[in-house]
Structure formats: C-alpha cells, structure tokens
C-alpha cells in the first residue's frame, strides 16, 4: 500500500499541499467560469442543490440517540482508567482553575490521572504548577524543553507514552467542565466501534459583545449539524476542546499529525479512514473563552480553515476510494461544497456575474446554505436550552415555550447568520494563499483572560 493510501503521519507525504491546493483552486476557478458558458450550466447546479437539500432533510429530520446513563452507582474497579492531557504555554491566567477543576471531579481520583504539558513557558506559570502539584496527586507536569518541535501535536504525542489510560481525554487551558463530565462520556465508549467523543462547546464569557453573540449562535449551529449528521451515519468531528479518543483507536491512527496546524480536525479524518466512529454529546458541555476582537477572529478562523482544508488535500485519494464508507462519503463530500467549494468559486461566479450581466450562477447552493444555517441555529439554540433545562432567563425574565421565546431565538439564528457570513472572505481567501506560499504550520495562538475578561461586556 502507498503512502498516499495510509492516513499516517508518520509516513503520509504533506509536502506537495501547494501544488494539490493550486490545482483545486485552478479547476473550481475554471469550472465556474466555464459553466457561465453554457446554458445547462445553472441547470447542472441547480440539480446538485436538489440532491443536497434532499441530505439535508434526511439530517434535519433524523432522531439521535438519547443520551447515555450516568456512571455514578457505577463500582470504581469496573471503571475505565482516563488520562487528562493539557498542552499549554503561557497560560498562568486559567491553568490555575482548570487543575482545580480536573482534580475534583465526581470520579474516583485512584482512576483517572491529569498530565499538564508546559511547553517552554515564560510567564508564571511553570511555578504556579509546581505549587499545584503539591496539592493534587492526580496532577503530572511535562516541561518541553526550549525548541522542541510539532507544537501541541508534538507536546501530546511526546507524553502519550508516558499514560496509562485507555481513554485519552485533551482540553485547551481555558478549559471549564461541570464534576460530572467523565460519569456522563465516558458510557459512549461501550460502544466497541466508537474511536472518540467530542462533548458540546459553549461560550464561558457570555456578554453582549457582538463577536461573542454571533459565537454562541455558530456553537448551537455546530451542536445541531454534529449530532445530527451521526444520526445519519454521517461524519462525527472533533473540536479540540473537551475530545476523548480510545487509546487503541489513537494508537492506530499513529498519533496525532505534526504535519498540521489543527490536530483535532485531522485526526477526525483518520479515525475515519480507520473506520471509527466520531460520536458528540450535547451534555455535558466544555465551556471555553470565545474572541471578544474582529483581529483575533480572523486570526483564528484563519487557522481553522487552513487546517480544515488541509485534510482534504492530504486524504483526498483514501476519501475518494470511499475508505470512510459510502454514507460518511456522500456526507462529507457534500458538507465540503458548502465549506469550501462554495466560498472559493464565489469570487469567479461574481465577476462573470457582472463582466456578462448574468445572474449568479451559484445562488441556489448560496441559498441553500443561508437556509441550512438559519434552520441549524434556530434548531440549534432550541436543543441547547432544552439540554440545559426547560427554563431560561431570557432579557431578565424567565420564560417557557412561548411566542417570545421564539422570536428571541429566531433574531438570535438571524444575527448569527448573517455574523457566519465572514467565512466567506476567510475561506475564500485561506484557499487561494496556500496554493500560492508554502505550507505554515505556525499558528498564532489565541490568548485567554480567564475572569476578568469574562466580566467585561
């Protein structure tokens, strides 16, 4: 079998991304503009937003499986062993928290372990663990030596030999859970073909800041999607915060990819192409700091539409031989025209628009994705609230299933809509620099407050 066949990262080639990246850019780039060309060309997409919109009501209609029961009656021997891991640098603001956390869950502390990686910090970090490890026996601290190379893929692959547990669990710094977390994940695992869950993102520093409410809505919007599509034996993803991975499915997949600059996108592929299962559960969640500043959205959106797009062209040929299987196939080819295909053809599908006074070529597919994120996040924040209890303060006054409430999720999804449109530039722009520069795998890191920035409106 070829590299190219074998999605591992310790042999998978990533070095021509460029060139695979220019020429996807170059056929998206002249199909559009050939197909203005062409008077069955608004037929032909038309008919593949006809095929689209016929999955996404299989996925809006599909019923997901109830959430598992909780491991608290459960008998501790019988109780799987779970090893924390923690890549972090300079993170003195929120570490502190995060290890109290950790340490204090509702789980037996003899069957779990909390290993933090401190990778070459400078800040106060290295001896605010230190004290830390004298009150926690859970708690192990990893330093990185200055140098060392993969970023957090190579901090978490470095220690992974170094645990015990048969379940992997990894959280960012800014990490906040609720004492039942491990009671409620980890019965998913039962299940023998389950690689890995993600548990439910949410926004910690909840204001009225506009980046941190348009936020909110697309955690609801990827809430709904994820658990939806498995529901349909479509593709599970992992958000980075709040994922545990089986051991054996880890170790299988090679680790984590140090060729990439999201290692939880990546490793998603993988776990499918080794014919894992990606599960998500919508309690309970992990809340983490959101952007409060348009710079450092685009700056992290940025890397995350790198990475994401990097997978693609890395398992292109595996995806197309239907290694995943047909279902998760069909469903991530189609979630792919809409992430990115669309993004990027827009600019070409524009200037036909205007150089032949032609309507838009793409419009029924840009609709179709207005409408599937407006219908995701309204159905998104209603499942949301209905997890966290049938009641809700809402503008300072609590309310059950009434018109109000309706409206107020309705121009919430409305908003949120409308704040989901910076991905197209974002896209479209990520797209066209990696077919032109070489590969990065620099990222620039997101800085976390902790909770004085949580207080600022």
């Known amino acids: 079998m070829s590299d190219d066949d074998e999605p591992d990262p310790n042999t998978f080639r990533t070095g021509n991304r460029r060139r695979?990246?220019?020429?996807?850019?170059?056929?998206?780039?002249?199909?559009?503009?050939?197909?203005?060309?062409?008077?069955?060309?608004?037929?032909?997409?038309?008919?593949?937003?006809?095929?689209?919109?016929?999955?996404?009501?299989?996925?809006?209609?599909?019923?997901?499986?109830?959430?598992?029961?909780?491991?608290?009656?459960?008998?501790?021997?019988?109780?799987?062993?779970?090893?924390?891991?923690?890549?972090?640098?300079?993170?003195?603001?929120?570490?502190?928290?995060?290890?109290?956390?950790?340490?204090?869950?509702?789980?037996?502390?003899?069957?779990?372990?909390?290993?933090?990686?401190?990778?070459?910090?400078?800040?106060?970090?290295?001896?605010?663990?230190?004290?830390?490890?004298?009150?926690?026996?859970?708690?192990?601290?990893?330093?990185?030596?200055?140098?060392?190379?993969?970023?957090?893929?190579g901090a978490l692959n470095q220690v992974l030999p170094l645990t015990k547990g048969e379940i992997i669990a990894v959280f960012d710094?800014?990490?906040?859970?609720?004492?039942?977390?491990?009671?409620?994940?980890?019965?998913?695992?039962?299940?023998?073909?389950?690689?890995?869950?993600?548990?439910?993102?949410?926004?910690?520093?909840?204001?009225?800041?506009?980046?941190?409410?348009?936020?909110i809505a697309e955690m609801a919007l990827d809430s709904f999607w994820q658990q939806q599509r498995i529901a349909i034996g479509g593709i599970g993803e992992l958000r980075g915060n709040g994922q545990f991975v089986r051991r054996s499915a880890l170790e299988q997949c090679g680790g984590w990819n140090e060729e990439t600059i999201t290692d939880d996108l990546d490793l998603t592929f993988r776990l499918h192409l080794k014919q894992w299962d990606v599960d998500f559960t919508l309690y309970p969640a992990v809340q983490e700091e959101g952007v409060t500043r348009a710079i450092?959205?685009?700056?992290?959106?940025?890397?995350?539409?790198?990475?994401?797009?990097?997978?693609?062209?890395?398992?292109?040929?595996?995806?197309?031989?239907?290694?995943?299987g047909t279902r998760k196939t069909i469903d991530?080819?189609?979630?792919?025209?809409?992430?990115?295909?669309?993004?990027?053809?827009?600019?070409?599908?524009?200037?036909?628009s205007v150089l032949r006074h032609h309507p838009l070529l793409l419009s029924p597919l840009a609709s179709l994705s207005v409408m599937l994120s407006f219908l995701?996040?309204?159905?998104?924040?209603?499942?949301?609230?209905?997890?966290?209890?049938?009641?809700?303060?809402?503008?300072?006054?609590?309310?059950?299933?009434?018109?109000?409430?309706?409206?107020?999720m309705a121009l919430r999804a409305l908003y949120g809509t409308l704040y989901m449109l910076h991905w197209l530039p974002v896209v479209a722009s990520t797209t066209a620099r990696i077919s032109v520069r070489p590969k990065r795998l620099k990222w620039v890191k997101t800085v976390h407050h902790g909770s004085d920035e949580s207080a600022r409106a």
């Open 376 to 408: 995701g996040m309204m159905l998104g924040l209603r499942q949301t609230r209905r997890t966290e209890g049938s009641v809700v303060r809402l503008n300072g006054a609590e309310s059950r299933n009434s018109p109000v409430t309706f409206f107020l």
């Open 173 to 215: 710094a800014d990490a906040q859970v609720t004492p039942d977390l491990f009671c409620r994940v980890l019965p998913l695992f039962e299940r023998s073909e389950l690689g890995a869950v993600q548990v439910r993102k949410q926004i910690a520093n909840v204001s009225s800041n506009g980046w941190i409410r348009g936020q």
């Open 20 to 153: 695979r990246a220019a020429v996807a850019l170059v056929v998206i780039w002249s199909g559009t503009i050939a197909l203005h060309f062409f008077t069955w060309g608004y037929w032909l997409i038309l008919g593949l937003t006809t095929l689209m919109g016929i999955h996404a009501v299989r996925i809006l209609f599909a019923r997901p499986l109830p959430l598992p029961i909780s491991l608290d009656d459960a008998d501790p021997d019988a109780l799987p062993f779970v090893s924390v891991m923690v890549a972090a640098k300079n993170e003195e603001a929120v570490i502190g928290r995060l290890v109290k956390t950790l340490c204090s869950l509702n789980y037996p502390s003899c069957r779990y372990e909390l290993w933090v990686i401190d990778d070459n910090s400078t800040d106060g970090m290295p001896a605010l663990l230190e004290q830390l490890s004298a009150q926690y026996d859970q708690l192990r601290v990893f330093r990185r030596p200055v140098g060392s190379a993969g970023g957090k893929s």
């Open 296 to 324: 450092a959205l685009w700056h992290q959106r940025n890397r995350w539409a790198e990475g994401g797009y990097q997978r693609y062209l890395d398992y292109w040929r595996p995806i197309l031989r239907n290694r995943m």
């Open 332 to 352: 991530l080819c189609m979630f792919w025209v809409l992430q990115y295909v669309l993004p990027s053809a827009t600019v070409p599908d524009t200037l036909m």
